[in-house]
C-alpha cells in the first residue's frame, strides 16, 4: 500500500547520524543522498522493500512533526525492540510513553517501543509475537 514515508528535518546532518545509527539496528544500510533541482538535501533508506526519507523541507519553512501520527518499524525480536528504543535515546532521540515492553491489546501481542526523533517525529519499534 505504501511506497514509502517522509520525514522533514532541519539539520540533515543531524538526522543522518540520528537514523544512522538508529536503523542500523535493523540491518538498514547507509542512505542514497540526492539534492532536489531546488537544493534540498534528502536521505533515502532503503530496506525490505521500504523507503524511509528524510528531507530538508522544499516549502523553505521550519520543520514541524504532525501531531497524532507515528512511524512504526518493523523489529525482528523483543531484544531488538529494545535496542532500537536505546540506541535512539543515545544518539538524541527522547524516550515517551511506556518503557519498551509487552502490550497485549485487541490487535495480538506486541513489543512496542516509543520514541521521538531529533525533529519531534514520534517513531514505533514492534515486534510482534503472536
Given at each position: 500500500m505504501?511506497?514509502?514515508?517522509m520525514v522533514g528535518s532541519d539539520d540533515i546532518e543531524r538526522?543522518?547520524?540520528?537514523?544512522n545509527?538508529?536503523?542500523g539496528v535493523l540491518g538498514v544500510k547507509?542512505?542514497?543522498?540526492?539534492?532536489?533541482?531546488?537544493?534540498?538535501?534528502?536521505?533515502?533508506?532503503?530496506?525490505?522493500?521500504?523507503?524511509?526519507?528524510?528531507?530538508e523541507p522544499i516549502n523553505g519553512e521550519p520543520t514541524s512533526a504532525a501531531n497524532g501520527s507515528t512511524i512504526g518499524f518493523t523489529c525482528d525480536s523483543?531484544?531488538?525492540?529494545?535496542?532500537?528504543?536505546?540506541?535512539?535515546?543515545?544518539?538524541?532521540g527522547t524516550s515517551i510513553e511506556s518503557p519498551p515492553g509487552l502490550r497485549?491489546?485487541?490487535?495480538?501481542?506486541?513489543?512496542?517501543?516509543?520514541?521521538?526523533?531529533?525533529?519531534g517525529h514520534k517513531i514505533c519499534g514492534m515486534y510482534r509475537c503472536d
Open positions: 505504501f511506497s514509502h514515508v538526522s543522518k547520524n540520528f537514523y545509527s538508529v536503523l547507509e542512505p542514497v543522498v540526492n539534492v532536489n533541482d531546488t537544493g534540498q538535501t534528502r536521505l533515502f533508506y532503503i530496506h525490505n522493500g521500504s523507503t524511509f526519507c528524510v528531507t523483543s531484544e531488538q525492540v529494545k535496542e532500537l528504543h536505546d540506541v535512539a535515546v543515545a544518539n538524541g497485549n491489546n485487541t490487535t495480538g501481542k506486541k513489543h512496542l517501543c516509543y520514541f521521538l526523533d531529533p525533529d
